[in-house]
């Protein structure tokens, strides 16, 4: 099996926060196959963090979760996505992890509640409650 990844927003790690059982399902697959990873921009993490104080340190307790931190040139492009479309920094900062790159040729799937941030931005975004599932 060849590693996989999903990125989870802001708004997928609020639903994880509360319970949401299908997240919840992949971050333990994570947990039991460290081929898989769910990745959090740590922006998003930010953002928790401000609507629900506390969730950083929950998140942080989980081993299955990987923070991913801006380096140099990703700052620059958040920044200028951030600039050019009128998104929010989380938003931004999650599109940059999913967007394809050297170990993900194809891009990532993003996980959120709300789409249709995302589109504009480059990205696989993908419903955690598509329409019809509930």
Request: net charge negative.
């Amino acid at each position: 099996m060849t590693p996989t990844a999903v990125v989870f927003d802001h708004t997928a790690l609020a639903a994880l926060g509360t319970g949401h059982s299908f997240l919840a399902h992949l971050v333990e697959a994570a947990h039991r196959d460290t081929r898989r990873q769910v990745l959090v921009p740590v922006l998003a993490l930010a953002r928790a963090e401000q609507d629900r104080p506390g969730s950083a340190e929950h998140f942080g307790a989980l081993p299955a979760l990987s923070f991913v931190g801006l380096d140099f040139a990703g700052a620059g492009e958040v920044g200028a996505y951030a600039a050019a479309a009128g998104h929010a920094w989380e938003v931004t900062h999650a599109a940059h992890v999913a967007r394809p790159a050297a170990h993900w040729p194809n891009g990532l799937t993003l996980f959120t509640t709300t789409p249709e941030l995302y589109a504009d931005l480059g990205v696989k975004a993908f419903p955690i409650d598509p329409p019809g599932s509930t």
